[in-house]
């Protein structure tokens, strides 16, 4: 297995971490910073507040993208594994 090879596939696991997590992240981020706002607005400061509508986000992220997470993780292991079929092979 070459350099160039292992910086592939470095490449390629940095950017299926960022499409699995990223969507989750952003949307936490998005739910929190506007609960935030909310609150200091209302001068209510509740950390349930913030809580419950970003498990309820994450969750509906997770519901709808979970089967593009789950074909990009599953198209990613099916690469790792036959390139470890590749480089014991030989």
């Given at each position: 297995?070459?350099?160039a090879?292992?910086?592939?596939?470095?490449?390629?696991?940095?950017?299926?971490?960022?499409?699995?997590?990223?969507p989750?992240?952003?949307?936490a981020?998005?739910?929190?910073?506007?609960m935030?706002?909310?609150?200091?607005a209302t001068?209510?400061?509740?950390?349930?507040?913030?809580?419950?509508?970003k498990?309820?986000?994450?969750g509906?992220?997770?519901?709808?993208?979970?089967a593009?997470?789950?074909?990009?993780?599953?198209?990613?292991?099916?690469?790792?594994?036959?390139?470890?079929?590749?480089?014991?092979?030989?």
């Open positions: 297995m070459q350099e090879d292992v910086a592939a596939m470095l490449r390629d696991s940095m950017m299926v971490v960022l499409k699995l997590g990223g989750v992240l952003m949307v981020l998005a739910t929190g910073l506007v935030s706002l909310l609150q200091a001068q209510i400061n509740e950390q349930t507040l913030a809580f419950v509508p498990v309820l986000a994450i509906a992220t997770l519901a709808l993208s979970g593009f997470m789950m074909s990009t993780l599953s198209d990613f292991a099916h690469r790792i594994f036959d390139t470890m079929v590749a480089v014991g092979g030989s």
